[in-house]
């Protein structure tokens, strides 16, 4: 059924009406009229502000494509377009010292230094994957990776290596924990928490360890302490993904989304699957009881609503056209963290009862102001004290880099963190200055000036305003989920950095990014960065354009294959199967993690080069043939795979693939999200 006849204004699709209705209302206790109602007057008040924000970035867009127009083929002046870009209002007015006021936060996100993971909402398994891994096995994580230098040898346990895990694991309690072996055979330890027959519980830097004693077990067996693993606690927090690393395009895949969200909420979240062929259910984790000390089973739950671009049908104005999609999963989301709130659940989420939903995709000061008023509306329709619901604030495009401090100010009493995302934010960079000039190679972006201020400006900004023991400082994602061996020697630099939580791919790489904040005290870090000035807006706004542009055609031909595959090898995917986040073999067969954000790097770079005439569209699509045959040979081994080479006009991924590269200059600020829904609601029509 749809909304109340009284509710002018919209119209729910039946459902969505069904769901809210029959599945979240009763348990709360809401009136279904009262609650329509409201939801009515939020989106009559908010939808003409969401257009006109949207209407806001396309004119600055303009604005500053014709700046470059007109400047084209000469060295940019740095002062002259900073002073342009303060003109237009691109660049907002600085505010006076501050720090931020959010109250009500949990240790997880304001006094702890641990990985985050972020998993897609509407896998119930990974998301119960994701739920549970706030503990994890150091051995299996090290035995059953590249870790320690090398994959495990096929077949039986290998004693070998098992020697190898146990000698890794003790060097690392060695450091973390100074004379843990005295305690383990009786003597007191200023680190150790409690003590009971089945081992040992240290704490570190915030973070505890676990050792299991088990002189009957396999592995306790062969070591002269007994010690049969060791659990670190690993993924503090996880971000339940409603946007990157899903495909929701209709009312069907929402209600999917959010009662998984509701699963979570009430903890009666399951799924089963085969292992081993035999049918597992997994559920969430209960707390970890020792003695009187008792620790959270699960992960903090963080919900990622979608930013202000995109609309869905789930619900429609009166003029028929969709509602922003943004609004509706505010709504949504946070009637559903009641369940928590309220103590409705198996299991508390947020223990000092607070919402946490991470916002990306939003373009500055205003475009923050518009997501404070709108929280603040939807705590007034669920009877909220104002502020419960929280803001992370995803440092993703270059307009919100820019103004990161106005950014923080418009949202000062709700904000819980703030994290860099250098996938979209160089998707955001290249299309922004798009009209500038041909840019660097892919793989020479990361070397640029403005990602190095980028990210040092994040830390020093978010340690200005006061995050430092209040909130979370984030870095991005380790994309490569199968090389954690260099995972380990890269990803310590986010917490020597200054950032108290950074992304990771799996519940294994939470667990050995958990040691890197063993190895470093982030707190103390950042009270030393603290007092290194911020990095000049100069260098965030330097352009990375190409010195010059005399590629080989076996250079261009290389760039193109390569931004060619992973485009195709992530939509054939997400358009075909629906499938928004995955493991996806780049061009020589490794695995890496994609999402739309490394899909508008790839689409917005092809685009740039042929703009200005570094590849022809007949290089492109020569491309983007080659590329098909090999994206289909890497998922030969998927039966629900269509393959796209042999009738490339006749496969709608393909043509979606095409659309992202030769459309790409029309996108809105070069994103994904619209060609892949038009696509894949064709596809789910079909």
């Given amino acids: 059924m749809n909304a109340p006849a009284s509710v002018a204004s919209i119209a729910v699709d039946p459902a969505l009406a069904r769901f809210v209705d029959e599945e979240v209302l009763p348990g709360l206790g809401l009136d279904r009229t009262t ?42 002046d740095g002062a002259a377009y900073e002073g342009f870009l303060r003109q237009i209002g691109y660049l907002a007015e600085e505010p006076a010292p501050f720090a931020i006021g959010t109250q009500d936060l949990d240790p997880e996100i ?5 990985p985050q993971l972020v998993v897609p909402i509407l896998n119930a398994r ?70 009971n027959e089945g081992g040992l519980l240290f704490a570190h830097n915030g973070l505890h360890i676990e050792l299991v004693i088990n002189p009957e077990h396999p592995i306790g067996r062969e070591d002269e302490l007994g010690i049969a693993d060791v659990i670190l606690e690993s993924a503090l927090s996880t971000i339940c993904d409603l946007e990157d690393s899903v495909a929701a395009v209709d009312a069907e895949d929402k209600v999917a989304a959010y009662a998984n969200w509701l699963g979570l909420m009430r903890g009666d979240l399951s799924a089963s699957f085969d292992k081993g062929g035999r049918t597992v259910e997994r559920r969430m984790n209960g707390d970890r009881i020792w003695g009187e000390v008792t ?69 500055g000061p205003e475009e923050a102001a518009f997501t404070n008023d709108l929280f603040d509306a939807v ?44 996938l979209d934010r160089t998707g955001d960079e290249i299309h922004t200055s798009m009209q500038a000039g041909a840019m660097v190679r892919k793989a020479e972006m990361k070397e640029s000036a403005w990602i190095k201020a980028y990210e040092a400006r994040n830390v020093a900004i978010g340690l200005a305003c006061g995050f430092s023991g209040k909130a979370q400082i ?69 352009v990375p354009l190409a010195r010059g542009t005399n590629w080989s055609p076996e250079e261009v031909a290389q760039e193109l294959d390569n931004n060619a595959q992973g485009i195709l090898g992530y939509v054939v995917r997400w358009v075909d199967q629906g499938v928004g986040c995955s493991k996806v073999p780049d061009i020589h067969d490794i695995g890496l993690m994609e999402d739309r954000a490394t899909l508008r790097i790839s689409s917005q770079h092809i685009a740039n080069w042929l703009l200005h005439g570094i590849c022809t569209a007949d290089q492109v699509d020569a491309a983007l043939l080659r590329m098909a045959a090999k994206v289909d040979a890497q998922n030969a081994g998927d039966p629900l795979y269509r393959p796209m080479a042999p009738d490339p006009k006749g496969s709608i991924a393909f043509q979606a693939a095409r659309a992202l590269v030769f459309e790409g200059l029309e996108q809105p600020n070069g994103y994904t999200e619209p060609l892949l829904h038009r696509y894949r609601t064709l596809v789910k029509a079909a």
Avoid: C
């Fill in 35 to 76: 609650f329509w109602r409201g939801v009515d007057a939020i989106f009559r008040d908010f939808v003409p502000r969401n257009a006109a924000l949207l209407a806001k970035r396309d004119e600055l867009q303009q604005q500053i494509d014709d700046w470059h127009r007109s400047s084209r083929g000469k060295p940019i």
């Fill in 110 to 114: 304001a006094t702890l230094a641990g």
């Fill in 126 to 195: 990974f998301l119960l994957n994701a739920a549970n891994a706030r503990w994890g096995s150091l051995y299996d994580a090290l035995y059953g990776t590249d870790a320690l230098g090398s994959l495990p040898p096929g077949g039986a346990y290998d004693n070998a290596r098992g020697a190898d895990v146990v000698a890794y694991a003790r060097r690392f309690l060695d450091e973390a924990v100074p004379g843990w072996q005295e305690a383990v055979r009786g003597a007191e330890h200023p680190q150790l928490v409690a003590r």
């Fill in 295 to 363: 620790l959270p089973g699960r992960s903090l739950l963080l919900v990622r609503n979608v930013g202000h671009l995109m609309t869905n049908p789930a619900v429609r104005l009166a003029d028929g056209s969709e509602a922003p999609e943004g609004i509706l999963d505010a709504i949504v989301t946070s009637l559903i963290a009641l369940y928590d709130l309220r103590g409705l659940g198996a299991y508390r989420n947020s223990r000092a009862g607070s919402i946490y939903i991470v916002k990306p995709k939003m373009h």
């Fill in 379 to 422: 705590e007034d329709l669920l009877g909220l004290a104002r502020h419960t619901i929280k803001v992370g604030v995803m440092d993703e495009e270059r307009r919100t880099s820019a103004n990161l401090a106005a950014t923080i100010h418009a949202v000062r009493d709700r904000i819980f963190f703030i994290n860099t995302g250098f």
């Fill in 474 to 542: 984030g870095k991005g994602m380790w994309a490569a989920p199968d090389r954690m061996a260099d995972m380990m020697a890269q990803k310590l630099g986010h917490p020597q950095a200054g950032a108290n939580t950074a992304w990771v791919p799996s519940p294994t790489a939470a667990t050995l990014h958990a040691m890197h904040y063993h190895a470093v005290d982030v707190f103390a870090r950042q009270e030393e960065l603290r007092r290194q000035p911020v990095p000049p807006l100069g260098d965030l706004l330097a």
